[in-house]
């Protein structure tokens, strides 16, 4: 199909970032750094290591006033990062929010954010997992979990990853039905699928809320195909 390496691209761009450094020299580093590891690799931590999270522990509680909150804010710190390219402050950042509440799924969502940053989806989709463990109504999660089986589906090229995907998707869109990014992603499953009706659909609910992920070629090409 002509436009299906630029439609996985549009897929999954948001969260394929720059990064400062090879996976390879990330996994180098991993084995002496534990911030670099998701849960600080369950690494047993030293005294001055844990005198200071319990400083940052309660620096960020006097400031956001519950463990939950805060937390909450290091993970938007993170995801900050990472749209910057900076994975390494990313992961800092989640880590610091499992520090604060480990039972906040979005720790989860921000370590597979990293992993697929470096295209290693199965560690994405077992982060993931994690999360959904945790909160199996996070929308954001399900989402990203879908993309990760669409992916699974361009790659290893089986139909049966599209539809799980298809299913996750959906199931996220129940929940969430505003998310344009769960939206558009839909629409593109189904273009995938060549059902026109569904991916008509999903654009256009997608477009009356703003339509930001959607592009021109993307449209163009569905109104090619469900011309036919």
């Known amino acids: 199909m002509k436009y299906t390496l630029t439609f ?21 580093q991993a084995k002496t750094e534990i911030r670099l590891l998701p849960e600080y690799g369950h690494v047993a931590k030293t005294k001055e290591q844990i005198a200071s999270d319990d400083e940052l522990i309660q620096e960020e509680l006097k400031q ?19 749209y910057r390219g900076d994975l390494r402050t990313a992961i800092y950042r989640f880590n610091q929010a499992w520090l ?3 039972k906040n799924e979005n720790d989860y969502w921000g370590f597979a954010s990293v992993y697929f940053s470096f295209n290693d989806y199965d560690k ?15 929308a954001n999660i399900l989402t990203d979990k879908a993309t990760i089986y669409t992916t699974f589906y361009h790659t290893k090229h089986n139909p049966e990853y ?29 273009f995938y699928k060549k059902d026109c009706l569904n991916a008509w659909k999903f654009h256009n609910e997608c477009v009356k ?10 449209t163009a090409a569905l109104k090619k195909m469900c011309s036919n």
Request: hydrophobic share 35%; net charge neutral; glycine share 6%.
């Open 162 to 190: 599209l539809d799980k995907a298809i299913s996750i998707f959906n199931k996220s869109y129940q929940i969430d039905p505003s998310n344009q990014n769960t939206l558009f992603k839909l629409s593109v499953a189904y």
């Open 100 to 102: 604060l509440d480990p």
């Open 8 to 28: 996985i691209a549009i897929l999954i761009s948001q969260l394929c970032i720059a990064q400062q450094m090879s996976y390879q020299e990330w996994k180098k």
């Open 124 to 138: 994405a989709l077992e982060q993931l997992e994690k999360g959904l463990a945790i909160n199996p109504y996070s």
């Open 209 to 218: 809320l703003g339509g930001k992920p959607i592009t021109p070629d993307y």
């Open 64 to 82: 956001e006033g519950t463990h939950r909150k805060a937390s909450d804010h290091l993970i938007r710190l993170g995801f900050d990062y990472l």
